[in-house]
């Protein structure tokens, strides 16, 4: 994981190549900012090392987006509010809400500001338009810890549940089972080439085990 100084430069330079016209220690406060709700103690698997992993996804593939310096901002903020207890795609929208705010107050244009919005806004479910590689590349970043080898998978999914554990076991399952099958559903969990060729078959296997342990025959 990437340490805070060079996660905080990151942000400054993602924000300033996207037009912002704040000065760099206020760009640097904002990161800082983000990165303590990043930290805050409800998260188990929405942490740092979540962002940091995001980021890493993103940076290796930057040039299958046409602007990955969005990206870059929408993975720093697409899970900037984050509370287990809210319901349906409540803390996606906030989240949108509060980047196009927090962005607007770097001096990011107002354009530019509503698109990272749209980008974080993706992360609900995950489904992305016709010809939007920037978004695909978002949701199939937020999405590889699903191909992860069955020890990280396995580590994902128990972080998921420490983040719900006020919600009795029956209830849990009987929800993180409908999510599983959401993912299923789609057409294709990640949609750019490269990555669905690396990552699909991986990721299906690691859902579908995981719904049989929840839902057993």
Known sequence: MAGVTSLVDGFRAAARQAGATADDADLA???????ARWSEPQRHY?????????????????????????????AWLHDAVY??????DANERDSAEFAEGLLAMLGVPAGTAAEVARLVGLTAGHATEA???DGELLCDADLAVLA????????YTA?????????????FRDGRAQVLKALLELPS???????????????????SRELEVLRPA
């Open 83 to 88: 509370d287990p207890r809210a319901l349906g």
């Open 148 to 155: 992860g080898d069955e020890e990280a998978y396995a580590s």
């Open 189 to 207: 969990i990640y949609r750019l080439d490269s990555l669905r060729a690396a990552w699909e078959e991986k990721a299906r296997a690691n859902l």
């Open 29 to 35: 406060a904002a990161g800082e900012y983000l990165l």
């Open 159 to 171: 972080a998921i549940r420490r983040e719900y554990a006020h919600v009795p076991e029956d209830a």
């Open 131 to 133: 010809d939007d590689p």
């Open 46 to 74: 929405h942490t740092v090392a979540h962002l940091s992993a995001v980021l890493d996804v993103v940076e290796s593939h930057a040039r299958l987006a046409p602007h990955p310096e969005r990206v870059r901002l929408a």
